[in-house]
């Protein structure tokens, strides 16, 4: 992830701010979703890698370019392969990456709700670039395959075209270019485009979020500032088809306490969701805590959201304590946590965990998995509820919920704990 996941969730835990307010209730009387969010918790998993390639994701994908760097996202992979030879790659990788058997498995293992992140340039290419499509038509089959297992889906606009926060993860690492030229008002169109396409499967598809993880920490002075006017703008396109789906925005890495009385059930808007991501290894000081701070620091974010005015859901956590996993902080990048990424100390051995299998990993590394993901649960469903990144990955243990079922680190049911009221709620 390069600068894209070091600085995409560097912010993420620490942003976290509390405010004093009781979280009201919303009407729900009049939707026609199938799902009500005061009374159930949303319990759920990020299909990460899918639509949207990540190289520590799918490491196979990149190998060829380890070392030229040639690659370094999706949108140099389809510009150095070409159209006909990207396509034919990632038609194959959409085919096989999720399954209607997966989501059978998400079903079974007591989830509710996927999300499915997207770009823009499956929805609305842009002329000129090198991106390929086909996904929707796979988007469309993974619809039926959660209505017939009983999941919700949240769609996930991951990509805007500029980049909204310059991560390999929207498709082009690099420059923050979204907000320059027409691209507020492409994101906008391929809002409309998702919303006009699924404005009759609320039954279904629950939620879209407008945008993943703009980021204002760039040289746009004024890239914050317009991130609200967006949200109201992309409010309103999903509300001229559905009224009933909902809306859900990122917090842009500002903390809980922005966004306080925001969209809330108090103003004209309705229905609408905050995102949050918590992530506890992406700073020098956040990895080199011990277990127990990390468990100290998720308890800490549940007290906070217990205080949100609306709903929130954190979009984006994971059981790692280290970003160890292989080219978690871009391609050829090494690790904070064990020195191997330039400019970091020594803080521990990432042998096991940069790839593997989670039934590989020692003993001390599944006690302490198991004890900071049940008290993230404990945490996070203090409000909305959550939604683990991510489902599978080739080779991270630390970050495979799949592998982490099978191996009875994630707990089943949901709600069994080995390590109950940790958090002393």
């Avoid at 990788?93 to 709700?113: E, Y």
């Avoid at 991106?131 to 089959?141: A, E, I, R, T």
């Avoid at 954190?314 to 978690?328: H, I, M, N, P, Y």
Wanted: hydrophobic letters at 35%; proline letters at 5%; a negative charge.
């Amino acid at each position: 992830m390069h600068l894209s996941s070091s600085l995409k969730r560097t912010v993420a835990y620490l942003c976290l701010l509390a405010s004093a307010q009781a979280a009201p209730s919303e009407n729900q009387s009049h939707r026609d979703v199938n799902f009500n969010f005061n009374t159930q918790k949303v319990r759920a998993v990020n299909l990460g890698g899918w639509f949207v390639l990540e190289p520590w994701i799918t490491p196979f994908i990149f190998q060829p370019w380890a070392t030229s760097q040639q690659v370094k996202d999706e949108y140099t992979f389809s510009q150095v392969l070409g159209h006909d030879e990207a396509l034919r790659r990632l038609d194959a990788h959409w085919k096989s990456w999720i399954t209607r058997d997966d989501f059978f498995q998400i079903a079974r293992a007591g989830l509710n709700h996927v999300r499915i992140p997207i770009g823009y340039w499956a929805v609305k290419p842009l002329p000129g670039e090198p991106y390929v499509q086909g996904q929707l038509g796979y988007l469309d089959q993974a619809i039926g395959w959660a209505r017939d297992a009983g999941l919700r889906i949240m769609i996930d606009l991951h990509g805007a075209p500029g980049s909204q926060n310059g991560f390999d993860n929207s498709g082009r690492l690099g420059p923050i270019n979204w907000q320059q030229g027409n691209t507020v008002a492409q994101t906008i169109d391929a809002i409309a485009a998702l919303a006009a396409r699924y404005a009759g499967a609320t039954d279904t598809v629950t939620s879209i979020e407008l945008l993943n993880e703009p980021f204002p920490f760039n040289p746009n002075p004024n890239f914050l500032a317009n991130v609200k006017p967006f949200y109201e703008s992309g409010y309103g396109t999903v509300r001229s088809y559905n009224h009933d789906t909902l809306v859900v925005i990122h917090d842009a890495f500002q903390g809980l306490g922005y966004w306080q009385g925001y969209m809330g059930p108090q103003t004209s808007y309705s229905h609408v969701m905050l995102d949050l991501h918590l992530y506890q290894i992406f700073t020098e000081d956040q990895i080199k805590l011990n277990p127990s701070q990390h468990i100290d620091g998720a308890c800490s974010a549940g007290r906070d959201l217990s205080t949100a005015d609306k709903w929130t859901v954190v979009g984006e956590w994971t059981g790692a304590q280290t970003d160890c996993a292989k080219w978690l902080n871009g391609l050829g990048k090494g690790a904070r946590y064990d020195g191997s990424l330039p400019g970091y100390g020594y803080h521990g051995s990432c042998d096991g965990k940069t790839t593997g299998t989670v039934a590989a990993l020692s003993a001390i590394d599944k006690y302490n998995l198991r004890h900071f993901i049940e008290a993230q649960l404990d945490a996070y469903e203090r409000r909305t509820g959550w939604i683990f990144w991510t489902w599978k990955t080739e080779s991270a243990p630390e970050w495979d919920m799949q592998d982490l079922l099978a191996n009875g680190l994630f707990p089943q049911p949901l709600t069994a704990r080995q390590y109950p009221n940790q958090c002393g709620y």
